[in-house]
């Protein structure tokens, strides 16, 4: 009951992977390759994906994906389509198991590393990347309950993310129903207390209870149907921003920008000569500072000694040789 997550490329035994019964099969002609880029599937439910990274993944490059006919068992779920050209196809691109405990992903095609790099030259930061791969790791990690009250929550969520919960009612039957009210009471390690109820979608339930402060909540959810009631506990953590941690990488379009606001210039390394050239031909004016301080002789107690015994010690010659 392991998750796996399969990224199919040009050296992947196609039948020793149609073997393993992941739900996919793929008939490879002449094993060659396409390259179809993403095309979001709408009708996705295992979990959300913001509008913002929905428009993100439009843009992000193609992959080198094996050309032939797919087949997908319904147990999959496909997270994305692949798009050749302007031509929207029912060819999966990244699909995940639903059902059971022993959880599989399949990205069938590699480079999708050039989708991070794609996010950082568009937004100067891996957000979109990092959530998106996020959401497919949690959603392969977490084990499904088998109860017939279940809930869905992050282990940990940052300050400034939304913090999203899903809860599934069952019938005595084990089928999905949403005709019960769900609440959840929220407990903060300072005695905060929240209260919210599930909003009901497509007979599942979700609540997004915004961005919470940092510190370690407990939560109850309960329902009740048919005269019975469900609850079900647990714990997350909500953790602060750490700005300086949020990239660290160096932005030079913004160090450029300071320069150039402060009638300097940025040269990169493959420059360096020009610096050079630079620093000579420049007319910047050597700047002096002078900084004065003083002290109390009142401070020095050994000076202050040596001048009283040297005045005392003229005074006493002086009266001793008659000077007085």
């Known amino acids: 009951e392991i998750p796996v997550l399969h990224i199919i490329g040009s050296q992947t035994d196609i039948k020793f992977l149609n073997a393993l019964k992941t739900g996919q099969k793929i008939e490879n002609i002449n094993n060659s390759y396409n390259q179809p880029t993403a095309n979001v599937n709408e009708q996705f439910t295992l979990f959300t994906l913001s509008e913002s990274t929905k428009s993100w993944i439009k843009n992000t490059p193609p992959l080198t994906v094996p050309f032939g006919d797919y087949s997908v068992a319904p147990s999959l779920n496909t997270l994305l389509f692949q798009q050749i050209g302007n031509i929207k196809t029912q060819k999966p691109l990244i699909t995940l198991s639903g059902n059971g405990n022993k959880k599989t992903g399949i990205i069938n095609g590699t480079g999708i590393w050039k989708w991070r790099m794609q996010d950082y030259i568009d937004n100067n930061n891996h957000e979109h990347f990092n959530s998106f791969i996020s959401k497919i790791v949690q959603y392969l990690s977490i084990r499904k309950e088998k109860g017939r009250f279940r809930i869905e929550h992050n282990k940990t969520?940052?300050?400034?993310?939304?913090?999203?919960?899903?809860?599934?009612?069952?019938?005595?039957?084990?089928?999905?129903?949403?005709?019960?009210?769900?609440?959840?009471?929220?407990?903060?390690?300072?005695?905060?207390?929240?209260?919210?109820?599930?909003?009901?979608?497509?007979?599942?339930?979700?609540?997004?209870?915004?961005?919470?402060?940092?510190?370690?909540?407990?939560?109850?959810?309960?329902?009740?149907?048919?005269?019975?009631?469900?609850?079900?506990?647990?714990?997350?953590?909500?953790?602060?921003?750490?700005?300086?941690?949020?990239?660290?990488?160096?932005?030079?379009?913004?160090?450029?920008?300071?320069?150039?606001?402060?009638?300097?210039?940025?040269?990169?390394?493959?420059?360096?000569?020009?610096?050079?050239?630079?620093?000579?031909?420049?007319?910047?004016?050597?700047?002096?500072?002078?900084?004065?301080?003083?002290?109390?002789?009142?401070?020095?107690?050994?000076?202050?000694?040596?001048?009283?015994?040297?005045?005392?010690?003229?005074?006493?010659?002086?009266?001793?040789?008659?000077?007085?």
């Open 157 to 324: 969520y940052l300050q400034s993310e939304q913090a999203v919960f899903y809860a599934e009612l069952y019938n005595k039957s084990y089928k999905l129903i949403n005709d019960s009210d769900v609440s959840i009471h929220l407990y903060k390690s300072d005695s905060i207390d929240y209260e919210f109820t599930f909003d009901k979608t497509d007979k599942k339930y979700r609540l997004d209870a915004g961005n919470l402060p940092e510190g370690i909540y407990s939560f109850v959810a309960t329902t009740k149907q048919g005269g019975k009631t469900f609850s079900k506990t647990g714990k997350f953590v909500v953790s602060a921003i750490r700005k300086e941690q949020l990239n660290t990488t160096a932005n030079h379009k913004l160090l450029k920008q300071l320069a150039e606001q402060n009638d300097g210039e940025m040269h990169r390394v493959n420059e360096i000569s020009k610096l050079k050239d630079l620093l000579l031909n420049t007319n910047a004016q050597p700047v002096v500072y002078n900084d004065k301080s003083y002290n109390l002789l009142l401070n020095n107690s050994w000076a202050l000694i040596l001048i009283i015994f040297t005045l005392s010690l003229e005074w006493f010659l002086r009266k001793y040789n008659g000077g007085y």
